[in-house]
């Protein structure tokens, strides 16, 4: 499917979008168009003595992995009813293309196009990037420390030209500083292409890495590169090497266990390699020591099930984050560079319950770790004679981000700023005099003032008494008296915390009247690794109660009212968009499920799908534990779908999505449409060009915002009922 623009260019619509930001309703009386109506080709699944029949497995193609690669080997069956979806979605949408127009112009006009990051200075060179008016990607450049003439390593723009998809996902310089290598994934199906660069010459040399996952590093001496190969299935499964400019690979390791993840990297003080290998609760290290990068890798510690940890060398020892010793919000450990098993840990930062330890940085003579609670972060420093001070931030809802130093030898590190209603603010802190500068505070070009926004943190009470952080943004003027239209975000999966952070393309809603909240609901880490814990696995229904929890409270406190609020997550927050659908359909006027992973027990039960086995950890093995199958049956969006008066409902996905791919929306839709009784619109988007993160062109991408944002206010206008 060709893209379609949504950028409208005739006098008249213009007007007619600047007038008013709501929809443009048709002046004559107009039929519906006609939903695609997906045949039904029932195929009985017998498993654990369980049965289910599936009407709609035929969408998944069986050839998945070369459609990955190549879209246009998808079954002419397939592609014939996405076609009929995404032509469906935009009849139903039309009426809304004046208000999309006007608010891509608005999220377009919010970022400064001819922008730059902060120079991260390394050696001679400090190295950044920075985009010129109209690019759509970045250029990444090098300029002598201190200042001069700046070399351009890579226009991401000229490498995109002619494709429909291009991102550069990793770049890398040599520690010489004599090559760069970037990963280019061209289709969205993460697969990528690794190019070295040679600086002296300007040369891409010839034989880039083929079939890579994007991940990849140089030696410490510059002689090599190290990648993570992409298996058939979309897995991390080998990690090869080969000289820096050309020449033989060597397999340096291969992972037996299909269920872990693997990649590659250095260790901040470049004295090792180091191979990571993990799932989503047991992790290992395994090392190269920079003086023999072509040893056999050795085991840091042995993994154990249920126990993670991370290391980094802080020049004279090891220095590791952890959960072993119930530990359950981690803590660090060091333990000698020549002998760091397990029994050799002792503790430097102990376990406080509560206190989640995220990350650390360190530089030659600080340790900087990053730390949450109640869905806040602050940055601890800590010398090597175990002096510690804090960074913190004393607002009711923020985010605050260790970006460490991409130098050992230094006493500065770097960290970000920000809020849902304040941009960005980028610091470089001195470690020793403990004073920080300012390097650069997010532009908004066309004109943004904190002071005339309202963020607010409040705590939504669960049904088992626990306390559900909702971050809330709006503008002063908008009234907290029920009448406002809200849309409540959330995710609750793998650990990962929702952050209080600043979008501006947020403030196309905000700035109409609508709410914004962020849900933190377990299943994050956004409490703790303890709060990730109780969302996961046999409590993972708790994320789903959490996130109607947060509904029910933020109507109870009068910002909105039932019917009038939009669900939106993607991705595994796209389950927890099909789970409340199905559990609460009465609360929301319309439902985003982004790449919306709702068809569990199918997905969970293949083995061949790039994230099944490394994710039986989060969710249970339905193959071969019965209770793990009966407890994912009663909440799987997919199984779930039921008689019942639906919201309007948008679900969106990608062709070349290796993570959740196209076919579970495409079911999602084709099984919601004849359930649902209340008449609304049931539509599907799915980006025949690109994968699980949509359009690769910062400014495509704001448009793919645009539309979803666009629905949500067609969903609380009912814009269907006007065709």
């Known amino acids: 499917m060709n893209r379609r623009q949504l950028i409208v260019s005739t006098a008249a619509t213009a007007l007619a979008a600047a007038a008013s930001p709501a ?25 654990l003595g369980r049965t289910r029949t599936d009407d709609y497995q035929w969408m998944k193609d069986d050839n998945w992995q070369a459609v990955l690669r190549d879209p246009t080997l998808i079954k002419a069956d397939v592609r014939e009813h996405l076609e009929a979806e995404n ?43 920075r985009y010129d008016t109209g690019d759509q990607h970045p250029r990444f450049c090098r300029r002598p420390r201190g200042g001069g003439a700046e070399t351009l390593l890579l226009d991401a723009n000229a490498l995109a030209e002619g494709k429909a998809y291009s991102e550069v996902s990793a770049a890398e310089h040599s520690p010489d500083h004599s090559l760069f290598a970037y990963a280019e994934d061209a289709q969205g199906s993460e697969v990528h292409q690794i190019y070295v660069r040679d600086l002296e010459t300007g040369e891409v040399l010839a034989d880039p ?33 080969r000289p820096a400019r050309g020449g033989e690979s060597t397999l340096v390791y291969e992972e037996e266990d299909e269920g872990m993840f693997i990649g590659v990297g250095r260790s901040s003080d470049d004295a090792f390699i180091l191979i990571t290998i993990q799932n989503q609760e047991t992790s290992e290290a395994r090392l190269i020591p920079a003086s023999d990068p072509t040893a056999t890798p050795a085991i840091l510690a042995a ?54 330890i995220e990350g650390v940085a360190l530089v030659k003579d600080y340790l900087a770790r990053q730390e949450r609670a109640d869905a806040n972060t602050k940055i601890v420093i ?28 230094t006493t500065t590190m770097r960290y970000g700023y920000n809020s849902p209603s304040t941009p960005t603010s980028t610091y470089d802190y001195d470690l020793a005099t403990r004073t920080r500068t300012l390097r650069k505070v997010q532009e908004v070009p066309s004109g943004h003032d904190p002071a005339d926004y309202v963020v607010e943190r409040l705590n939504a009470p669960a049904a088992d008494g626990q306390l559900v952080p909702v971050t809330v943004l709006r503008r002063k003027t908008t009234p907290v008296d029920g009448t406002a239209p809200l849309l409540l975000y959330g995710y609750g999966s793998y650990g990962i915390p929702m952050a209080a952070s600043f979008s501006t393309g947020r403030l196309s809603l905000v700035d109409r009247g609508w709410i914004y909240a962020i849900a933190h609901i377990r299943g994050g880490s956004d409490k703790g690794w303890g709060w990730f814990l109780d969302g996961r696995k046999f409590s993972k229904k708790n994320t789903f109660t959490d996130f109607t929890a947060a509904a029910d409270h933020l109507i109870a406190r009068n910002f909105t009212r039932s019917g009038q609020i939009v669900a939106q997550g993607g991705s595994a927050g796209g389950l927890l968009m099909g789970a409340v659908a199905n559990m609460r359909p009465e609360l929301w006027a319309g439902i985003i499920g982004q ?7 199918n997905t969970m039960s293949d083995t061949s799908l790039p994230l099944t086995p490394p994710e039986w950890p989060e969710w249970g093995n339905p193959i071969e534990d019965p209770e793990a199958y009966d407890y994912m049956m009663s909440y799987s969006p997919y199984d779930q779908v039921a008689p019942r008066a639906y919201p309007a409902i948008l679900a969106t996905g990608g062709l070349s999505d290796p993570r959740v791919t196209y076919w579970e929306p495409q079911k999602w839709v084709a099984k919601l449409r004849p359930a649902t ?12 060009e690109a994968g699980h993160g949509g359009a690769s062109g910062r400014f495509d991408y704001l448009k793919e915002v645009a539309h979803d944002y666009a629905f949500a206010i067609w969903a609380v206008e009912r814009g269907w009922e006007a065709a």
């Open 23 to 47: 929809l443009a309703r048709p002046s004559g009386a107009q039929m519906s168009p006609t939903p695609p109506v997906a045949k039904k080709i029932p195929v009985i699944i017998e498993q």
């Open 595 to 601: 790449v919306p992973f709702v068809d569990v027990i």
């Open 209 to 241: 890495i083929q079939s890579a996952n994007g991940n990849f590093t140089f030696s410490p001496d510059s002689a090599w590169i190290f990648w993570t190969n992409q298996s058939a299935n979309g897995r991390p499964d080998k990690i090869f090497r």
């Open 382 to 409: 800590r010398d090597r004679a175990g002096a510690e001070h804090e960074i913190a931030v004393d607002e009711p809802a923020y985010a605050l981000n260790l970006g460490g130093a991409s130098e050992f030898d």
């Open 677 to 688: 009784t209340s008449g609304k619109p049931v539509l599907l988007k799915i980006n025949m």
């Open 87 to 129: 032509a469906y979605r935009e009849a139903m949408l039309a009426s809304t293309l004046p208000l999309q127009a006007q608010m891509f112009e608005e999220m377009k006009g919010r970022i400064k196009q001819d922008d730059s990051s902060v120079p991260s200075p390394d050696g001679p060179w400090e190295y950044y990037t």
């Open 303 to 356: 993994r154990e099930v249920a126990v993670r940890y991370d290391a980094d060398h802080w020049a004279d020892r090891w220095i590791i984050r952890t959960n072993a010793d119930e530990a359950i919000d981690f803590k660090i450990v060091s333990a000698p560079t020549a002998s760091p098993a397990r029994s050799e840990w002792r503790d430097l930062v102990a376990h406080t319950p509560g206190r989640f």
